[in-house]
């Protein structure tokens, strides 16, 4: 645990005295909710088919959720510079557990798609969207997404914890990344899916994670998804058990990288 | 410091063995023993299993076999309570640049689970120790590489440990930073009380710092003794003789002398170790000219660790050209 909480204090502090990084990461889902947002009201003509909910209300969450990845698949870039410069070494001949090595790396990540989550919320209000009143969903919605964060990081850190070259990474966490994001109802609601690409988005974990947080931080869900929305504990599970076996998936592969 | 409950060897390994897949055996077989405030040096080429041995004292790697312990602590089933006990210096450069010298030195504290005053002093007198205190708030990315090796010497200090492994300690520093960081060392060792094990590919480093030397080559250790005990086996000086001719010849007759102790065959030069050189200087040449083998140069000089490693290696440290074939032959007095 306190060895969890060095590294990510460590990496915290490299990323607040770096400017540039800083901007970046938070202009990125601001510029994401402004120009797509936008472009897709014009073609959508103000409103989701089937809801009366304008499309920035609807693609908010699936903006939350893309930033995440984009965080994660930087938390993997972070930690495999970090493994093929040898600062893991470093941790490795220290007094501290395997796995809360992994651990510092993906709570930072995490600690930062928490800071984006809320400024494209910000973001969202000022264009419109409309956000639930209570300030618990909000709470919910946040640790949902830090729950897949952990589960992405984790699939993150098991790649770079495979390869050694940086090229390779990029190109097979896209496998990953494009998938998840596109093969959900991030952008578009699962009613309006033909059969085999909602059947695709029912096993994808982006799925209940954006489900779960549109019923707890916005209004209407049930107009949102375009009809029932998935039980709530279902996409609570579903999150959990990902973030679980991302981690897991994680820890296997740097086990196996150190031998 | 060395709060040991025995007084056994403060490093030992039994049959070390580390293999990769079925063909590759980076340590064959390595037995060591360091009794308590010594310095310890690992010599040998590149590749010669160095780093790897290294690796699995300090916990990094598992060995294949064998076993080993570091202040009688089992590397594998007591790797927790070994890594809080002693520190690292690696072969490359591994410092997170981003960060400045004193959060370096914090943030290693801080694994550690070193509070913060005890942090906060030991950074002081390290930064005062390898003389960085005015760099101490840059990032260290703007360090040259000496100031870098000095940093990373000051983390492996951060923790006191009992026992530090130090990888090629001075690889590519200049003169002046070696001898400094050399003398860091020895103080660590007379004041300290610490027990080093460095390795190095370095002859006037060993030769410098070491209480003992070990000189390692294709996973194996093949000789080990006090750099002078080392020394004094290739003879009381060496004859260092470049020619063309009759090199079988002449080798075989000067083997045959009475008063030469060792002969050494490199590519180009051959080592005749005698028991007097100015004296038996003439004879050698005499050898020559009844072998048909024409000096071209020839001198006398005081062995030196180099001549134990080519005698040992067969190659020289610098060499490159690990393939190249030497016949060598070996007359111990």
Not at chain 2, 100 to 119: C, I, N, P, S, W
Not at chain 2, 178 to 207: N, P, Q, S, V
Request: hydrophobic share 45%.
């Amino acid at each position: 645990m306190a060895a969890t909480a060095t590294l990510w204090n460590k990496q915290m502090r490299k990323f607040l005295a770096n400017p540039e990084e800083m901007f970046g990461l938070l202009i990125q889902p601001i510029l994401w909710v402004v120009l797509f947002g936008v472009g897709m009201k014009s073609m959508l003509s103000a409103d989701m088919p089937g809801s009366g909910e304008p499309y920035v209300t609807f693609m908010l969450p699936g903006i939350v959720v893309l930033s995440a990845l984009g965080g994660a698949i930087g938390g993997g870039s972070v930690w495999l510079t970090e493994r093929l410069r040898g600062i893991v070494k470093e941790y490795l001949v220290a007094p501290i557990p395997r796995l809360s090595i992994l651990m510092g790396n993906a709570l930072s990540t995490m600690t930062k798609s928490m800071f984006q989550a809320i400024i494209i919320l910000i973001v969202g209000l000022v264009l419109g969207a409309k956000l639930s009143t209570y300030p618990l969903g909000w709470l919910g919605g946040l640790v949902l997404v830090a729950g897949f964060g952990l589960g992405f990081s984790g699939i993150a850190l098991s790649i770079a914890s495979q390869t050694d070259n940086p090229g390779a990474y990029h190109a097979m966490i896209m496998v990953f990344n494009l998938p998840l994001l596109f093969l959900s109802n991030a952008l578009y609601p699962l009613a309006t899916m033909p059969t085999w690409m909602r059947i695709g988005s029912l096993i994808n974990p982006t799925t209940y994670t954006i489900d779960g947080l549109r019923q707890m931080m916005f209004r209407d869900p049930a107009a949102l998804a375009g009809g029932d929305p998935l039980p709530l504990w279902l996409c609570w599970v579903v999150v959990l058990a990902f973030a679980a076996v991302g981690m897991g998936l994680a820890y296997a592969a740097f086990r196996k990288s150190i031998k | 410091m060395n709060a040991r409950s025995d007084n056994g060897p403060a490093i030992e390994a039994r049959g070390l063995v580390k293999r990769y897949g079925d063909e590759v055996v980076a340590v064959d077989g390595v037995d060591l023993s360091i009794p308590a405030n010594r310095i310890y040096g690992l010599l040998g080429p590149n590749g010669a299993g160095k780093t790897t041995t290294i690796s699995i004292l300090t916990t990094l790697l598992e060995p294949t076999a064998g076993e080993a312990r570091v202040l009688g602590l089992d590397v594998v089933k007591q790797a927790g309570d070994v890594r809080q006990r002693v520190g690292v210096t690696f072969q490359e450069m591994v410092l997170d640049d981003e960060l400045t010298g004193r959060q370096v030195l914090d943030y290693h504290g801080r694994l550690y689970r070193m509070d913060k005053a005890e942090r906060k002093a030991k950074t002081k007198e390290l930064l005062a120790l390898v003389e960085l205190e005015e760099a101490a708030e840059r990032k260290a990315k703007t360090y040259s590489g000496g100031m870098k090796r000095r940093l990373e010497l000051a983390r492996a200090l951060m923790t006191t440990p009992e026992v530090l492994f130090l990888d090629e300690p001075t690889l590519g520093l200049d003169p002046q930073t070696r001898a400094r960081i050399w003398d860091y060392l020895r103080a660590l060792k007379e004041e300290g009380g610490m027990t080093l094990l460095l390795t190095t590919h370095y002859m006037d480093e060993a030769e410098e710092l070491a209480d003992t030397v070990g000189i390692i080559d294709r996973g194996k250790l093949v000789a080990e003794g006090t750099p002078q005990a080392l020394i004094e086996e290739m003879g009381a000086d060496t004859i260092h003789v470049i020619g063309e001719g009759d090199r079988e010849a002449f080798v075989e007759n000067v083997s045959a002398l009475p008063f030469v102790q060792a002969v050494d065959v490199g590519r180009r030069v051959i080592q005749v170790g005698v028991d007097s050189g100015s004296k038996r200087l003439v004879e050698i040449i005499a050898q020559a000219t009844d072998s048909a083998f024409a000096i071209q140069d020839i001198t006398v000089a005081k062995p030196s660790l180099g001549d134990v490693f080519l005698k040992y290696t067969g190659r020289r440290l610098r060499d490159t050209d690990s393939t190249q074939t030497q016949h060598r032959m070996l007359l111990m007095s």
